[in-house]
């Protein structure tokens, strides 16, 4: 089927970000063979002309971090810190199975589409009482709704307790905490080999579907699991995904557990590199974001849920103007309240105002 978009504004998004008043868009099939302007239209005959004057057309945009299966909590979770916030959002997952992941995926991925994104990453993690934690239903909502995506599954073979400091305060919750731990606690191998299949069985892109490891936090991991996931994606020439350095509370900690940062910890063990995005990028060092750089790796930046939460705010400008490649996500709706990549861009635009007066960054 040939169709013609007529009048739309067009935002390229290329190297000179040209902008294109009355533009026009062929398309032949599942192929765009024209975009510019409408007086170099290709000649027709189209089967369908779209009158899209008062219109804009832009490419897809990419949401870079999110979690699936949080859309059907949107809305529910309080505004505590990311620690606390998690026993609530975690509690929520228990009674999940395959029937609700695919619901949540079909949720947040209409959003999606209707704002504007055609492709995310989803950091999923579900429900240990379903194969690939109930992976394969979300996968299976975004190719029905022909939505991109890169599924990494989260691993985690560290318990909770381990990487938090739970004073007196927490005694409240410290039993609750030990009991969800000891109920996903899985050897380190038997993650390895869950992501391996993971991937043999659903990784299709021609079916729009990538699936690759996504360590959950540099803490929450062994080295050896972080080592081996690494070694897993570039064996298949995959992405990787991971969370860095979301609170204070984390880099506080994982200066105690490693002597250093996080971030030097994850290049220490051979896993920072160009095919690794990391989620937040918050709490680290100004020597942090040289070495970071150098790598070539991919910051994360989801500017609504780090506010939602109070989690900090990525210096994003620091990031900029020193070449690392920043990317926007929503994040999982329990810390956002929705997946409206607009509100990301809008929101990244308008934050780092208040970090200084030069107009010129
Ligand atoms: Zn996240």
Redesign the pocket.
């Known amino acids: 089927m040939k169709i013609l978009v007529r009048n739309p504004l067009i935002v390229t998004m290329n190297e000179n970000n040209d902008v294109i008043e009355k533009g026009a868009i062929a398309i032949d099939g599942n192929r765009i063979n024209y975009v510019g302007p409408m007086e170099w239209t290709p000649a027709g005959p189209f089967d369908r002309t779209i009158e899209a004057d008062r219109t804009i057309a832009m490419p897809g945009m990419i949401n870079g971090?999110?979690?699936s299966p949080a859309n059907l909590v949107r809305g529910m979770m309080p505004s505590k810190p990311l620690e606390i916030w998690r026993a609530y959002y975690r509690a929520s997952l228990r009674d999940m199975r395959e029937g609700d992941f695919y619901a949540s995926a079909l949720l947040g991925g209409m959003e999606m589409l209707k704002n504007g994104a055609t492709t995310v990453l989803d950091?999923f993690f579900g429900n240990q009482a379903c194969r690939f934690m109930g992976a394969g239903a979300a996968i299976q909502a975004m190719r029905d709704l022909g939505l991109r995506h890169i599924v990494a599954l989260t691993l985690s073979d560290k318990n909770y307790e381990e990487t938090m400091p739970l004073g007196d305060s927490a005694k409240q919750f410290s039993d609750e905490i030990r009991r969800m731990s000891a109920s996903e606690a899985k050897p380190t191998q038997a993650w390895l080999e869950d992501c391996e299949a993971f991937i043999d069985t659903l990784h299709a892109p021609e079916k729009l579907t990538t699936a690759c490891p996504g360590p959950s936090a540099v803490q929450r991991c062994t080295d050896e699991l972080l080592r081996k996931s690494a070694e897993m994606a570039r064996r298949r020439n995959l992405p990787m995904h991971i969370?860095l350095a979301?609170t204070k509370t984390q880099a506080v900690m994982g200066r105690e557990i490693y002597g250093t940062s996080l971030l030097k910890h994850l290049d220490a063990v051979g896993v920072l590199d160009s095919n690794l995005s990391l989620?937040?990028s918050i709490w680290i060092d100004d020597d942090d974001v040289e070495l970071f750089a150098r790598r070539d790796a991919t910051a994360v930046h989801?500017p609504a849920?780090n506010l939602r939460i109070g989690s900090g705010l990525a210096k994003v400008k620091e990031f900029l103007a020193a070449g690392i490649n920043v990317g926007l996500g929503t994040?999982?709706s329990a810390?956002n309240d929705g997946q409206n990549m607009f509100d990301a861009v809008r929101l990244a635009a308008l934050i780092h105002n208040q970090a200084g007066t030069d107009f010129n960054q």
Do not use: L, P, R, V
């Open positions: 971090h999110c979690h950091h969370h979301e989620a937040h989801n849920s994040d999982g810390s």
